[in-house]
């Protein structure tokens, strides 16, 4: 049997887990805290295609389909709703914008609709009053960022996967043919080791020779109490002004979930923990209100951060090392991979087990810095 370790319990590890024990791996899943703690529980749950590097689509669409199939494969709701995908715009410039990715898209498989002035008011009333047009995905939309890792990897031990939470500092090193990783929860040996260790994802990789730059930053997030449910797509922005950049989204429940337009903040990788700033709200409120003015009026009842990790491209890390045979990288996201993360875990099973992967992965390669 292939004995595969993972390291990092969050939406990228936790899926890939999952896919390598149904292929039938031997798998540990190491978290240095709780599983779905880190990174996934930053995010604010978009499952969105539109404004992709296009490079990222062939994963992007793969995820989709796994996403579609998430509540058969789990075993449980992870509360993936298709509601679709809005991206408003408000100035000439954005609209070019969104015109050249339409097409450049296009040619990715990916079709958006352009909506007009009167067609978002028709279609989506009480939405961006001023918007000027939109893009719209109908088969993208959201899911429950609290509820999908752990989905993931309570699928992946139903399969014989090992779980060790709470692993503490974790030392990893090569070993003969294969893997040790030290941890305080004892010290475990494999053939193959996987690093999903998100925003501490380049210091694994460094202890092997793998260079990328990356840094740790944290988004702001926040809720509303609950008001009346009439928003049902995602609603997010085109534009060139990253203080205008927000996005949101309305639960089953009533509650406006927001984000953007507030700068992340730099995050000391030890402990590792970031902070959201009040002082930083009123501003991310009133970008959010160009979205949904109804929001102007409800109260704000929790604003929560995480720790991200952003390499220096804006792509992630993703394949084979460079220097170590049975090292593979899955880190890097750059707060945008709540949508990829099935597919991550689909395809890094596929590329470990099978030796080879449909999806295209040299955009991501980790030697791409080495120059």
Partial sequence: MLKVIILGGG?????????????????????????????????????RRTARHLSQLPLAHRSRRVWGEAATLLGRDVEFRATGHLRLVYEQDSL????????????WDLH???LSAAEIRKRFPGLGPQAIAASYSPEDGSANPRLVAPAFADAASRLGTTIVEEAGEIRCFKDGGGFCVETDKGRFAGDI?????????ARIAGQFGDAVPLEAKGPQMGVTEPLPHRVIPVVGIWTR???????LRQVERGNIIFGGAAER???????????????????????????????????????????EGYVRDGLPVMGRSATTDGLYHAFGFCG????????????????????????????????????
């Fill in 11 to 47: 939406l990228m590890g936790a899926a890939t887990a999952f896919f390598l024990a149904r292929r039938g791996a031997g798998v540990t899943l190491i978290e240095k805290r709780r599983i779905g703690g880190g990174a996934s529980i930053a995010s604010f749950g978009n499952c």
């Fill in 96 to 107: 070019a914008d969104m015109r050249a990715h339409i097409e450049a898209a296009r040619e």
């Fill in 112 to 114: 958006l609709d352009e």
């Fill in 193 to 201: 080791l996987v690093n999903c260790a998100g925003a501490w994802g």
């Fill in 241 to 247: 002004n990253h203080a205008e950049g927000a996005y």
């Fill in 265 to 307: 903040v730099d995050v000391d990788l030890d402990p590792g923990f970031a902070h959201a700033d009040p002082a930083r709200l009123p501003g991310q409120l009133r970008a959010v209100a160009r979205l949904l003015p109804a929001i102007a009026k409800a109260s704000v009842i929790r604003t929560w951060s995480g720790c």
């Fill in 336 to 371: 945008h991979g709540f949508q990829l993360g099935p597919g991550v875990g689909e395809t890094m099973a596929e590329l470990i087990w099978e030796g080879r992967t449909e999806i295209p992965l040299q955009d991501f390669r980790v030697d791409r810095f080495a120059a």
